[in-house]
């Protein structure tokens, strides 16, 4: 006799119940960081738009930063921290390898003993994490969900690193991801490409840093090869998106990309044809890169200053080290 095993099934849809959001304690100006790299403010603010960045105190980890963030989240939500099942921390700034940082927030929420885990998908990590939660409570397999990115980025940079280290910032942003009556996450176009490993990512490993091999490893990337991509390849993702979520970008409320650069979202809304109507999300002037926070952040600053975005549709991307891709419309809650 063969045995037939019982598949839990979800609900149809799913959907974004709300956001929180949790900065570093420090705003810090371009005139800061300036003498290491010899530059100057209108420099950095010419070639990325930043004016200043938030960065956190010394005490402050990935993990307080992800916890804030989350707890906001789940009380604009309104669901019962008991009914979370599903915990996912995107963030390649854990202080340490294990344990994960997610499974430490979901007992500090009140979530425990929800499922937990931390991915590894750089700045398309939130892009990530919601797919995975859309996926995971469709399937049966939770039914109320955290999705954060956090990063503590000021501890892996380099202040005399021209490439990346006057770019970053500290941050987290959660979302609270549950079961809806209509489609509130669209299907996600994801992908990699790693024969462009090298573009952006860690300049040593842990292991040489041990054996006195190397300094202590921090972000380093190609900046024309990395602005290539996003512009070029990273537009083509977010066609895809749009086209597999049945809109076009005349019906968007907004416009949510990875937090990168200025020229870059600048170039990516022409590229798109973005009519003036769609507002976007411009966080990285005052709060900096936060790789996988990058972008609840920034929704989450549009909802606070654009409330009568509730209800539209907005189109996130995010694009990193990897390279790694990922892009989908969701419904703002």
């Known amino acids: 006799m063969t045995l037939s095993l019982t598949q839990p099934t979800g609900p149809a849809h799913t959907r974004i119940y709300a956001y929180g959001a949790a900065r ?8 800061d960081l300036i003498g290491p790299i010899d530059s100057s403010d209108e420099w950095i603010r010419q070639r990325t738009g930043i004016v200043t960045r938030m960065r956190a105190d010394a005490g402050t980890t ?8 989350a707890r906001e989240a789940v009380e604009r939500s309104g669901v019962d921290p008991a009914d979370i099942d599903l915990v996912v921390v995107a963030t390649i700034s854990n202080p340490k390898q294990s344990p ?8 500090r929420i009140g979530a425990n003993p929800a499922a937990a885990y931390d991915l590894n998908a750089a700045c398309a990590g939130f892009a990530y994490g919601v797919a ?21 980025l000021s501890d892996i940079v380099d202040p005399a690193d021209r490439s990346i280290s006057f770019l970053l910032g500290d941050g987290a942003g959660a979302a609270v991801v549950g079961p809806s009556d209509t489609a509130g996450i669209g299907p996600t176009v994801w992908g990699s490409d790693g024969s462009k490993a090298e573009a952006v990512g860690m300049n040593h490993t842990l292991t040489e840093f041990r054996d006195g091999q190397a300094p202590w490893p921090t972000l380093r990337q190609e900046g024309p090869t990395v602005f290539r991509w996003a512009v070029w390849e990273m537009v083509k993702v977010a066609r895809q998106a749009l086209a597999e979520a049945g809109v076009t970008a005349a019906d968007l409320a907004a416009f949510v990309p990875h937090q990168a650069n200025m020229r870059i979202i600048d170039e990516f809304a022409k590229q ?20 996988a926070a990058s972008i609840p952040l920034a929704t989450h600053r549009l909802l606070e200053e654009h409330p009568e975005l509730s209800g539209g549709l907005a189109l996130q991307i995010g694009f990193g080290a990897g390279l790694v891709f990922g892009a989908q419309v969701v419904v703002l809650p």
Do not use: F
């Open 100 to 107: 994960s940082v997610s499974a430490i927030v979901a007992d």
């Open 272 to 291: 798109l044809g973005l009519p003036e109507t769609v507002v976007i999300g411009r966080d990285i002037e005052t709060t900096g890169n936060t790789s």
């Open 24 to 31: 570093g304690e420090n705003a810090v100006p371009n005139d």
């Open 62 to 69: 990935a993990i307080e930063l992800a916890t804030d963030a």
């Open 132 to 152: 995975q939660a859309d996926a995971l409570i469709r399937s049966g397999a939770a039914h109320y969900a955290v999705v954060i990115g956090a990063e503590k």
